[in-house]
């Protein structure tokens, strides 16, 4: 059974800074790619950032980039996504997803991030 797991989320001021993990299990980790999302309250789901294989990754939302980062750890299926300099705006429930072309794709159940003082 396939499993994404996102942990890390939780309340913090604006300007601080959040680590998100998702850990997955069930699949072959390093031949999935791996792509954060947040949706925020009234609002469409957002694509984030991508770690795709071998390591290269893409910040794909232009309000995050200069803040935020995606990095993944194979031998821990594990992506992660530190977030600095984080604003109000940023509030959402951030989920990952994994794709493999050919294959179903799968989704975490989330984490919530908020950014308030």
């Known amino acids: 059974q396939v499993q994404l797991v996102e942990s890390g989320g939780g309340l913090v001021q604006p300007g601080g800074s959040l680590r998100l993990s998702c850990t997955a299990s069930g699949l072959p980790f390093s031949t999935y790619v791996i792509t954060w999302y947040r949706q925020a309250p009234g609002k469409e789901r957002e694509s984030v950032a991508t770690?795709?294989?071998?390591?290269?990754?893409?910040i794909n939302a232009d309000s995050v980039k200069g803040r935020f980062t995606i990095s993944r750890d194979n031998a821990e299926n594990t992506v992660y996504l530190q977030m600095n300099s984080l604003k109000p705006e940023d509030t959402a429930v951030y989920y990952c997803n994994a794709k493999r072309f050919g294959q179903p794709e799968h989704w975490g159940q989330g984490t919530l991030v908020t950014v308030s003082s």
């Open positions: 770690a795709f294989l071998g390591g290269v990754t893409t």
